[in-house]
């Protein structure tokens, strides 16, 4: 069985600052894994994915990932927040059988 | 290319009343979705597709919720009776996922939802 667990359902930065979402993962078998995001009244479009070749993976918008097996994790990063990236993001995880879960979302709030 | 089409995009009605949505997958993508996406939570499976046959259908609740997806194009998602819990965005989603291919390697594109009220 898959979960996804995304830690913090608000993270508030400043624009400029470092961006650190963070998500956890459990899967019985090698995932593949995506950070989504959404804006409001708008369905979710794809930031980023693992799929088992490099572990930093880089997205749209300066956005990047990092897997990380021992630590079960693949937080999303982003070195300079700006007020364009205030929007609600997801973490999902695919167990390769077709089925993906969804994390809670993290609402990220940019500060001018 | 054209996106995941849905409508309507707002509903509001009443319990015990029916409504149905509509989605419009892309062109050639042989994966559809229908999540149901609850305020302040990730979406949440309600059934998926591959061309007009059900992959999974576990998390629907198959007393007042029906889908199809006739053709393998485009699917209908109905709710009758609706309940006040069933208030959520609707929303659907297509990849170009196929059997025997690398599933779940394709990412999924999403409809800007259905928001559903129920009064």
């Known amino acids: 069985a898959q979960s996804v667990t995304q830690l913090g359902s608000h993270v508030s930065v400043s624009e400029g600052a470092l961006v650190l979402l963070r998500c956890n993962y459990s899967s019985s078998v090698p995932p593949y894994l995506f950070w989504y995001v959404q804006y409001p009244n708008q369905g979710l479009q794809l930031l980023l994915k693992y799929t088992s070749a490099a572990t930093l993976v880089k997205g749209i918008n300066g956005f990047e990932a990092e897997f990380k097996k021992s630590e079960t994790s693949f937080h999303l990063t982003k070195p300079s927040a700006h007020m364009s990236d205030a929007a609600e993001y997801f973490c999902?995880?695919?167990?390769?059988?077709?089925?993906?879960?969804f994390g809670a979302g993290t609402r990220l709030f940019v500060k001018a | 290319e054209a996106g995941v089409a849905q409508s309507p995009r707002y509903k509001i009605i009443e319990k015990r009343q029916s409504v149905a949505f509509w989605c419009n997958p892309i062109s050639g993508h042989a994966t559809l979705y229908w999540y149901q996406q609850i305020l302040g939570q990730g979406p949440k499976l309600l059934i998926q597709f591959q061309n007009n046959g059900v992959v999974d259908d576990s998390q629907l609740p198959k007393d007042r919720f029906s889908a199809e997806r006739l053709k393998g194009v485009d699917s209908t998602l109905k709710i009758q009776p609706a309940k006040l819990e069933d208030s959520a965005v609707y929303l659907c989603?297509?990849?170009?996922?196929?059997?025997?291919?690398?599933?779940?390697?394709?990412?999924?594109?999403f409809g800007p939802g259905t928001r559903l009220t129920v009064t």
């Open positions: 999902a995880v695919s167990d390769r059988g077709f089925k993906t879960i």
């Open positions: 989603a297509s990849s170009l996922d196929r059997l025997g291919g690398l599933a779940g390697t394709y990412e999924q594109y």
